[in-house]
């Protein structure tokens, strides 16, 4: 077959365009790879502000190589008496090269006079800038960043060199923090931190210090610390305040270590910070309230300081208590993988002492009744979980009550603020903590019936059953949060009559089909 040569000339020109769209196919292919790969076409170092400016505008972001160098960061200060500048100077004069940045919540007022260079970050998003404007890490382009708190001066440049040969040296282990204190305040105390979430509770004991290389998981005091920033913003809150509790907190509960050293040491002249009580009463105050809504949003109700001394902030007589109404036996802090908020666990304890004295007291015979009789034969306490206590008490004792036989209708606050009344779910009284807090003791009012103590208001429990009298004849003394209370004789056989067979060596949560308690764990 001839092909033509008008044939020839249009094979010729598809094949051509053919080629063409190839290559060009293949030219884009190869842009988007590149575009693909972390940092290509990206500055190595994002534009910041300059002092005074406002930050945000035109900022660009940075890839996710950073240089060895040290960003110090200052974190601590109040807005109404500072040494910020003071501080940016003494840094800068000495090793001009580092990059200096103050983090604020919000704009401080009055505003800060900072050196040329100096970056001033607001954690509190503006709705007319982008996001990366609140946010610390878009700022930090080195491996390292050192926390200063207000008022510490920079000697010798050597100090911050030390710092860093010290934590590269321990290679990503457990210390992950150096730190150095800071002379002419507070001595720095290093403590052993254990956090334990489950419990709602962080305790801080003694831990050798004063010494070179101390090693602990918290300090408490002046110091400046050295972190990778990698670390750093691994964290979840990593610039919250107090920053220096957040910190630890947060580190402790990923096994992080911090090594304390004995120098360099770094100085201040600025004793006391603040030149007035006044101030100084204020920057307490705001300690105070930093401290507790930090502790709140971490979920920490209890806190034992390393003296013994315990410090509370969750529920009390004055608020509510620390949970909503439960649903199936099961209240909302186990499906958190937490127990009963130490808190409320105090509230019943002093709950469940006084009404037991009253009744003690009034003649009227009690026993430990149900979960709560669990808890004393495997606790001598309170169960971790539970979150009420209850009582069974004689019917025919009541009138000899004054709190109990008026309480036909309505309630009774009594002069120690406890609330006695008749429960609407039925045939038993409830004592509550306080008319704000409704922790409460259940009265459950039993009568015999053939040998049987039975009562009038049945609760859907598997444990709420008629038991024979002769648990009560003769009830019994046992140790119960801290006090000697009353039980069934032979309590084990009345708890397994209850429960089931092995229930005091096989602890489980009340309604396991909901939510299963992982024993692997106690």
């Not at 080629?19 to 590149?34: H, N, P, T, W």
């Not at 983090?103 to 998003?125: H, I, M, N």
């Not at 909302?332 to 009253?358: F, G, Q």
């Not at 009562?455 to 009298?469: A, C, G």
Request: proline share 7%; with cysteine; glycine share 8%.
């Amino acid at each position: 077959m001839r092909v033509s040569f008008c044939q020839g000339l249009l094979t010729g020109a598809i094949a051509l365009n053919l080629l063409i769209l190839y290559y060009v196919s293949r030219a884009q292919q190869q842009m988007m790879e590149k575009r693909r790969e972390p940092g290509k076409g990206l500055p190595k170092k994002a534009p910041l502000p300059a002092a005074g400016m406002s930050i945000g505008m035109g900022m660009g972001i940075s890839g996710n190589s950073r240089s060895p160098g040290v960003t110090v960061l200052l974190r601590e200060f109040e807005d109404f008496e500072n040494y910020v500048q003071e501080v940016a100077h003494s840094f800068l004069r000495h090793r001009p090269e580092l990059t200096f940045l103050v983090v604020a919540d919000t704009l401080p007022y009055p505003p800060l006079q900072l050196p040329e260079g100096v970056r001033l970050v607001v954690l509190k998003p503006a709705p007319d800038q982008p996001p990366q404007v609140s946010r610390p890490e878009f700022f930090i382009q080195t491996e390292y960043v050192l926390f200063v708190p207000d008022g510490v001066e920079l000697d010798l440049g050597r100090q911050l060199d030390r710092l860093v040969r010290e934590l590269e040296g321990e290679g990503g282990g457990p210390v992950r923090l150096v730190a150095a204190p800071v002379l002419s305040r507070s001595a720095v105390q290093c403590l052993h931190l254990r956090v334990s979430l489950r419990e709602w509770t962080a305790t801080y004991t003694p831990a050798a210090s004063g010494s070179s290389g101390s090693v602990c998981t918290a300090l408490r005091g002046d110091a400046v610390v050295l972190t990778r920033t990698e670390d750093l913003f691994n964290l979840s809150s990593p610039l919250a305040r107090p920053l220096m509790t957040s910190l630890f907190i947060q580190t402790s509960l990923r096994g992080w270590k911090v090594k304390l050293l004995e120098g360099p040491s770094f100085g201040s002249n600025r004793r006391p910070l603040f030149g007035s009580a006044h101030n100084q009463w204020k920057a307490d105050s705001r300690l105070k309230e930093y401290t507790a809504r930090l502790l709140r949003e971490f979920g920490i109700k209890r806190v034992i300081n390393p003296d013994g001394k315990e410090q509370w902030f969750g529920c009390n007589k004055e608020m509510p208590r620390c949970f909503g109404t439960i649903h199936d036996d099961t209240p909302e802090y186990l499906y958190l993988e937490r127990w009963t908020p130490p808190c409320c666990l105090r509230a019943l304890r002093e709950t469940a002492k006084y009404v037991i004295n009253i009744l003690e007291s009034s003649g009227v015979r009690y026993w430990l009744e149900g979960g709560t009789l669990l808890g004393a034969a495997r606790h001598q306490d309170i169960i971790p979980w539970d979150f009420d206590v209850d009582l069974g008490i004689y019917l025919e004792d009541v009138p000899n009550c004054d709190y109990l036989k008026n309480l036909d209708s309505g309630s009774l606050v009594d002069a120690n603020g406890y609330v006695w009344e008749r429960a609407v779910e039925g045939d038993f009284y409830r004592v509550q903590f306080s008319e704000a807090n409704h922790l409460h003791v259940d009265l459950w009012p039993f009568y015999p019936r053939n040998g049987v103590m039975t009562k009038d208001t049945w609760m859907d429990h598997k444990q709420d059953v008629e038991f024979p009298e002769h648990f009560l004849h003769p009830l019994v003394p046992v140790q119960f949060a801290g006090i000697t209370a009353y039980a069934p004789n032979n309590y084990r056989s009345f708890l397994e009559l209850k429960f089931g067979e092995g229930v005091i060596e096989n602890p489980q949560y009340p309604n396991p089909a909901k939510k299963r308690l992982d024993r692997s764990r106690l």
